[in-house]
């Protein structure tokens, strides 16, 4: 059985202040809830200050994203010693605003996925496709170079670490959400393509999210689906409440 995992990503949102109350607010709303991993990404500005907050407590805090390169003249960007230094659990990789707006390509996603692991934290790996990609039927090749591209010269015992998280481009911040089945089918899919590289018990035992607007309203026919293990969440994120309405629906 693979443990539900809900996890807010905060983007360029909230201040520090804000955040510091945010976390408080989620960390209230789910001390109670046992089943299921809540994680919480604020900004790179906020993380310490809610680290803070949630330290001994059952939401993990997880960062937005880091640089493969242990430090050096890379203005802009933190290393994996400071987030880990600050207690950080997880790291995501691979946002599709990151791909975006900020050059990611699997060659990064993959440093990026390399250097967390090394270090101990855990990869929040993002994959999904574009509307063009999958009206154009090349949804399965898009995902399959995203998953083969981040896991490169990652071994199964590592790779065993990490989670997945499918992100529909289409759906992000739009309102719009893939259908259960949309979702299901495609996180079948990207779980075949996780055996296909490490063989059955690594696929089987690999978290997969789905995000890209999950909300309390649509949480529970997603969660219901067999090979989605949990949501990465945007906007209903931002709010203790709205947070907590997806992780009733995982409990
Ligand atoms: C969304 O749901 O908008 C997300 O991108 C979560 O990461």
Request: charged residues 25%; contains cysteine.
């Amino acid at each position: 059985m693979r443990q539900y995992i809900i996890a807010g990503n905060w983007k360029m949102n909230k201040t520090v202040s804000e955040s510091v109350q945010l976390a408080k607010d989620i960390v209230e709303a789910v001390k109670d809830v046992k089943k299921t991993e809540v994680v919480i990404a604020p900004t790179y500005l906020a993380a310490a200050k809610v680290a803070d907050v949630v330290k001994g407590t059952n939401v993990k805090l997880a960062i937005q994203d880091i640089h493969w390169k242990d430090q050096g003249a890379y203005t802009g960007k933190v290393s994996i010693d400071m987030v880990k230094e600050i207690g950080a659990e997880y790291v995501i990789i691979g946002h599709s605003e990151q791909r975006q707006y900020f050059h990611e390509t699997e060659e990064t996603v993959n440093l990026k996925v390399k250097k967390t692991l090394e270090a101990g934290l855990k990869p929040i790996i993002c994959i999904g496709e574009t509307l063009e990609q999958r009206n154009g039927g090349i949804l399965k090749e898009i995902l399959g170079l995203q998953i083969k591209g981040a896991f490169k010269d990652v071994s199964a015992e590592d790779a065993a670490k990490c989670v997945l998280a499918y992100e529909p481009v289409w759906a992000i911040g739009t309102g719009v959400t893939a259908t259960d089945e949309q979702a299901q089918d495609t996180q079948a899919y990207a779980r075949s393509v996780v055996k296909e590289i490490y063989g059955e018990a690594v696929a089987e035992g690999m978290r997969i999210q789905y995000g890209g607007s999950m909300k309390g309203a649509n949480a529970p026919g997603l969660l219901a689906q067999k090979d989605i293990d949990g949501g990465l969440i945007g906007g209903a994120g931002l709010k203790a409440d709205t947070f907590k309405a997806i992780i009733d629906a995982a409990e």
